[in-house]
């Protein structure tokens, strides 16, 4: 059974940074598209980033692109969203998803983690 595990949210200003992190257990990380999704309160679960099995290919919804970055570590099982420029309508719960191929759509992923807090205060 694969399993998830988000850390580095956190409260921060606004302008500022945070790094996620996503790690896997339970199957081969490499097998996996790996998808960031975020819930702000009271809102829809939105699409936040993906990223291909080799690293080599993202994308990133309009509302964080340029501010985002994507990553994956296959050796460390590990994925990451580092988030600059943080605005306090990035408040959110930020889930990571493992699916089996990229895209956008969370009924599309297979296993998600229990999700970490981000709070940007203005």
């Known amino acids: 059974q694969v399993q998830l595990v988000e850390s580095g949210g956190g409260l921060v200003q606004a302008g500022g940074s945070l790094k996620l992190s996503c790690a896997a257990s339970?199957?081969?990380?490499?097998?996996?598209?790996v998808g960031w999704f975020r819930r702000a309160p009271g809102k829809e679960r939105e699409f936040v980033a993906h990223i291909g099995w080799y690293g080599s290919r993202t994308y990133y919804a309009d509302s964080v692109k340029g501010r985002c970055t994507i990553s994956r570590d296959n050796a460390k099982n590990t994925a990451y969203l580092q988030m600059n420029s943080l605005k306090p309508e990035d408040t959110a719960v930020y889930y990571c998803?493992?699916?089996?191929?990229?895209?956008?759509?969370?009924?599309?992923?297979?296993?998600w983690g229990q999700g970490t807090q981000v709070t940007v205060s203005s």
């Open positions: 339970g199957d081969t990380f490499s097998n996996y598209v």
């Open positions: 998803a493992l699916g089996a191929r990229p895209t956008a759509t969370p009924r599309n992923y297979d296993y």
